[in-house]
């Protein structure tokens, strides 16, 4: 999920059925999240479509794979569609209960996909969109691909699986993505192992067209992979997260986020200053709560399944509409657009680790 896209209204079920297009070309199943206007947000009725497709495809032996991308040059998806959730919650409703259990399911469904999945990151890669292409076998950037896990900044935590891919990460990389909600761009998202390949976007069309007369030899993720590496490249040559590693390690592997912020201002490691500085400010901007939940959840999180992440991530969601900052984050952000949300507590330092903790309270991981 994440703040930067809501639509107005939600639509009836019949009016989304263009929201999500299938078609099969040469035994491939090609998805494509279509409301390109709202930057391709997906919707409760979206998730429905993309799951009962994919539920079709794994049982015909005519698909071989899977391709997901987003329509327009914008974004492959921006996350879910926040607005609906707020609606849902303010009138009483129990759309923003049941969007999470079947999103994060399908979002589970596509990691254990029996076919392979190529994921197209063209664009904005934001939240929910993250939570689609994690879990896809072969996952491709663009110059244009701007991927974050952004929760924070409306007052929520990283979801749809980010409890568990973010903190496997290497170092503290994945921890600093979570709680800064920042975004990064392709040479960082290949650096940090959250995609694949590289290609530019002027070459989707060729990637297109290849995959239209691909022909089917081996294993079809193999045939997949051998197609990729004639167009595509597996790194490249600067990433920008690889000079702030040494300074990232050292802060975000620090107890709270309080002593973050202030070690980022009063402590400089390597020639990272003016980036510690930015860091601090923007820390000071988000949610306090929200923050000191993720850092709770991801360092959690490392420790957990893949199933036991999500199950600890509904029962976060479960509690936080009511206890937690997304709708004060979202009045704020989308509603009213006063950009001046009034976090519970409004500073770090005066937030309990008691507090954050009891959000943790009564969830028992599985480890059967």
């Not at 392709?186 to 060729?206: N, V």
């Not at 400010?281 to 036991?308: F, I, K, Y």
């Amino acid at each position: 999920m994440t703040a930067q896209v809501s639509s107005p209204t939600t639509q009836p079920m019949d009016a989304t059925q263009n929201e999500v297009l299938a078609e099969v070309r040469n035994h491939i199943g090609h998805l494509t999240l279509n409301r390109p206007a709202g930057l391709n947000a997906i919707t409760l009725e979206m998730v429905r479509s993309l799951q009962q497709q994919l539920d079709a495809w794994a049982q015909d032996s005519q698909v071989h794979a899977v391709v997901l991308r987003g329509a327009g040059e914008k974004a492959f998806c921006a996350g879910g569609d926040i607005r609906s959730l707020y609606d849902s919650f303010k009138s009483g409703d129990t759309l923003h209960e049941e969007f999470f259990v079947e999103e994060y399911a399908l979002d589970l469904a596509i990691h254990h996909y029996r076919k392979p999945v190529l994921a197209l990151m063209d664009g904005f890669v934001l939240g929910g969109g993250m939570g689609l292409v994690q879990g896809a076998d072969l996952r491709v950037v663009t110059e244009r691909s701007r991927l974050a896990m952004p929760e924070v900044a409306i007052g929520y935590f990283p979801d749809v699986g980010g409890s568990h891919f973010l903190p496997r990460i290497p170092g503290e990389l994945g921890i600093y993505l979570g709680v800064t909600g920042v975004q990064i761009r392709a040479a960082d998202a290949l650096y940090c192992g959250l995609a694949d390949w590289y290609l530019d976007s002027a070459s989707l069309g060729t990637l297109d067209e290849q995959l239209d007369h691909l022909e089917w030899h081996d294993t079809p993720l193999k045939d997949l992979q051998g197609m990729l590496a004639k167009l595509a490249v597996q790194q490249l040559p600067v990433a920008p997260l690889a000079a702030l590693r040494p300074a990232i390690d050292h802060f975000f592997a620090l107890p709270d986020v309080p002593s973050m912020v202030e070690q980022l201002r009063e402590v400089t490691v390597a020639d990272s200053h003016e980036w510690a500085m930015a860091t601090a400010d923007l820390l000071e901007s988000r949610s306090p709560l929200a923050m000191g939940v993720t850092l709770e959840m991801l360092r959690r999180g490392r420790h957990l399944s893949l199933e036991q992440c999500f199950a600890l991530e509904l029962h976060l969601d479960r509690q936080w509409f009511e206890r937690g900052d997304l709708i004060e984050g979202v009045r704020a952000l989308l509603i009213d657009k006063d950009k001046n949300p009034r976090w519970n507590p409004p500073t770090l330092q005066a937030l309990d680790a008691e507090h954050v903790a009891s959000f943790f309270t009564g969830f028992e991981p599985s480890w059967s």
